[in-house]
């Protein structure tokens, strides 16, 4: 039978985990087996640079946290090798991200289960995650289509330009669509614009 001492230990790991993964957004379990200590320190790398806190933990340690936190569907996931990846950040997807990549290079590297906003969630709803674009990626694609209607904007008024310096014969949405890159152009059969007075 474990002394008191021991005992306490664990109880204060128990906690500290449960803490960590009540202030974290967004966390994945994983089978590491079968990746090399060389791979493994790459990975460790790129998920602290991304604000992810990760270690190899005792499945018992593991099921004791998830059962305080009302994660009872970790259960199931609680064999062989485990380690947890846990976002210290509000990055929900740079854990799932990284991982998932990571087991698409490594076959025996497998997603167990991960946490999102406090709920459980399986491997294939943590690829999903994995498969999202990054944030940055998303906030660029939503500033370029605030962006949009004003380039537009001014490549009209620069046609309008152009057209009142000298290239009368030339229609304002022929000049709109030389100036506007290929993959926006309006389909062929699109009515033209009036000319400007």
């Given at each position: 039978?474990?002394?008191?001492?021991?005992?306490?230990?664990?109880?204060?790991?128990?906690?500290?985990?449960?803490?960590?993964?009540k202030?974290?957004?967004?966390?994945?379990?994983?089978?590491?087996?079968?990746?090399?200590?060389?791979?493994?320190?790459?990975?460790?790398?790129?998920?602290?640079?991304?604000?992810?806190?990760?270690?190899?933990?005792?499945?018992?340690?593991?099921?004791?946290?998830?059962?305080?936190?009302g994660?009872?569907?970790?259960?199931?996931?609680?064999?062989?090798?485990?380690?947890?990846?846990?976002?210290?950040?509000?990055?929900?997807?740079?854990?799932?991200?990284?991982?998932?990549?990571?087991?698409k290079?490594?076959?025996?590297?497998?997603?167990?289960?991960?946490?999102?906003?406090?709920?459980?969630?399986?491997?294939?709803?943590?690829?999903?995650?994995?498969?999202?674009p990054?944030?940055?990626?998303?906030?660029?694609?939503?500033?370029?289509?605030?962006?949009?209607?004003?380039?537009?904007?001014?490549?009209?008024?620069?046609?309008?330009?152009?057209?009142?310096?000298?290239?009368?014969?030339?229609?304002?949405?022929?000049?709109?669509?030389?100036?506007?890159?290929?993959?926006?152009?309006?389909?062929?059969?699109?009515?033209?614009?009036?000319?400007?007075?």
């Amino acid at each position: 039978m474990p002394n008191a001492k021991i005992l306490e230990e664990k109880k204060a790991l128990v906690a500290s985990l449960v803490e960590k993964i009540k202030n974290s957004p967004a966390g994945v379990l994983v089978d590491y087996k079968g990746i090399n200590v060389e791979d493994d320190t790459k990975l460790r790398r790129e998920l602290r640079a991304a604000g992810v806190e990760y270690a190899v933990i005792k499945n018992t340690l593991i099921r004791f946290a998830a059962k305080e936190l009302g994660f009872d569907a970790f259960d199931e996931h609680l064999n062989g090798t485990t380690a947890l990846a846990i976002s210290t950040t509000e990055d929900v997807i740079a854990p799932a991200k990284i991982l998932g990549d990571f087991a698409k290079k490594h076959e025996n590297f497998t997603i167990k289960a991960g946490y999102l906003e406090g709920k459980v969630i399986d491997g294939a709803e943590v690829q999903k995650l994995a498969n999202m674009p990054s944030k940055e990626t998303l906030i660029a694609q939503v500033l370029y289509s605030f962006n949009y209607p004003i380039m537009q904007l001014a490549i009209a008024c620069d046609a309008i330009a152009q057209k009142a310096d000298g290239n009368e014969d030339m229609k304002v949405a022929e000049l709109v669509a030389a100036k506007v890159p290929a993959a926006e152009e309006a389909p062929a059969d699109a009515p033209e614009a009036p000319a400007a007075e």
